[in-house]
């Protein structure tokens, strides 16, 4: 019997949290927000780190001009800072049918759980956070707020949250991309159960809209290994076709498949500088984002 959680505290992973709070995760990508935060924000201000520097226009404040500039060249150019924002955060999780498979615990679980944490983490640094199912039809959705009760609000939405049907998350993601008007941080967290090449459209619309974007690829140990030693009826959890099938025969075929799929959606990060992570649901949470805590796309303000 696979552990499905009862209290919405339960997908807040307390171990995950402890190694990661105290070390805000900072997107290297500017961002539009509307309070001051820790990210770098797309428009100029007051900070301690200097950004260019710009010829003076009439109406500019002389308090930012330099002077030895002055003295060396004659000409008048205003020092330009970084300014730093908050951002808004995205989650897209998958509801497709094929989530509930799991052996200790379903994919679906796992990536409320891993939704949960994450959210904790970004609105404790002020960011505004939100939630989207995969399911067009689905009520279960959450704009980007930042104030307290919107971690209650998502933590609730998990609770009723189910996975069912056959759900396209490339096109979620294109969905998620056009309708995020400001600069946005989207998390997506799939099996990817799809063509790559869908996929990784979906991350290159991402790019285009100037998003950021984070993917987290959960699979169950025996997708990943294909360990089945026996002739074994595989059922479709999405539209209920099954196959007899001799596991032993056809394995190298599924793991050389599985490799290129991967691949595939990598190389889609790679050109967009997007972040993958490759997540095995049977690791603990904290296990699972060791990689994330070293993604070159965040950095750590201590």
Same mark, same amino acid.
């Not at 730093?84 to 990536?111: P, R, V, W």
């Given at each position: 019997?696979?552990?499905?959680?009862?209290?919405?505290?339960?997908?807040?992973?307390?171990?995950?949290?402890?190694?990661?709070?105290?070390?805000?995760?900072?997107? *290297?990508?500017?961002?539009?927000?509307?309070?001051?935060?820790?990210?770098?924000?797309?428009?100029?201000?007051?900070?301690?780190?200097?950004?260019?520097?710009?010829?003076?226009?009439?109406?500019?404040?002389?308090?930012?001009?330099?002077?030895?500039?002055?003295?060396?060249?004659?000409?008048?150019?205003?020092?330009?800072?970084?300014?730093?924002?908050?951002?808004?955060?995205?989650?897209?999780?998958?509801?497709?049918?094929?989530?509930?498979?799991?052996?200790?615990?379903?994919?679906?679980?796992?990536?409320?759980?891993?939704?949960? *944490?994450?959210?904790?983490?970004?609105?404790?640094?002020?960011?505004?956070?939100?939630?989207?199912?995969?399911?067009?039809?689905?009520?279960?959705?959450?704009?980007?707020?930042? =104030?307290?009760?919107?971690?209650?609000?998502?933590?609730?939405?998990?609770?009723?949250?189910?996975?069912?049907?056959?759900?396209?998350?490339?096109?979620?993601?294109?969905?998620?991309?056009?309708?995020?008007?400001?600069?946005?941080?989207?998390?997506?967290?799939?099996?990817?159960?799809?063509?790559?090449?869908?996929?990784?459209?979906?991350?290159?619309?991402?790019?285009?809209?100037?998003?950021?974007?984070?993917?987290?690829?959960?699979?169950?140990?025996?997708?990943? =290994?294909?360990?089945?030693?026996?002739?074994?009826?595989?059922?479709?959890?999405?539209?209920?076709?099954?196959?007899?099938?001799?596991?032993?025969?056809?394995?190298?075929?599924?793991?050389?498949?599985?490799?290129?799929?991967?691949?595939?959606?990598?190389?889609?990060?790679?050109?967009?500088?997007?972040?993958?992570?490759?997540?095995?649901?049977?690791?603990?949470?904290?296990?699972?984002?060791?990689?994330?805590? *070293?993604?070159?796309?965040?950095?750590?303000?201590?």
């Amino acid at each position: 019997m696979k552990p499905t959680m009862r209290k919405a505290g339960d997908y807040i992973d307390q171990k995950a949290i402890s190694k990661l709070v105290g070390t805000p995760q900072v997107s *290297t990508q500017a961002m539009m927000g509307t309070i001051s935060g820790y990210h770098r924000s797309s428009h100029k201000g007051s900070s301690v780190e200097f950004a260019e520097y710009r010829e003076y226009s009439p109406g500019d404040d002389l308090k930012r001009l330099d002077w030895r500039v002055l003295g060396r060249t004659e000409r008048f150019y205003l020092k330009e800072f970084e300014a730093d924002t908050n951002l808004q955060c995205h989650f897209l999780l998958d509801s497709s049918a094929s989530m509930n498979f799991g052996n200790q615990i379903s994919k679906f679980e796992y990536g409320k759980k891993l939704v949960g *944490t994450l959210s904790y983490l970004f609105l404790q640094q002020g960011d505004a956070v939100g939630m989207d199912l995969s399911s067009i039809n689905s009520s279960i959705t959450s704009s980007a707020k930042r =104030n307290p009760a919107q971690m209650n609000t998502i933590l609730q939405a998990l609770l009723q949250a189910k996975a069912e049907g056959d759900q396209s998350i490339s096109s979620s993601i294109h969905r998620l991309a056009q309708s995020s008007r400001k600069r946005s941080l989207i998390i997506v967290i799939s099996d990817f159960f799809e063509e790559a090449d869908d996929i990784k459209q979906g991350i290159h619309h991402c790019r285009d809209r100037k998003h950021q974007l984070l993917l987290f690829h959960l699979l169950d140990k025996q997708e990943e =290994n294909f360990n089945f030693t026996r002739p074994t009826r595989f059922i479709d959890l999405e539209n209920g076709n099954s196959l007899i099938s001799d596991p032993q025969s056809v394995r190298d075929e599924y793991l050389d498949k599985l490799k290129s799929h991967i691949y595939t959606i990598e190389q889609g990060c790679l050109e967009t500088q997007s972040s993958y992570h490759k997540l095995s649901t049977h690791l603990t949470l904290s296990d699972g984002l060791k990689p994330f805590a *070293t993604d070159p796309n965040f950095s750590r303000k201590k």
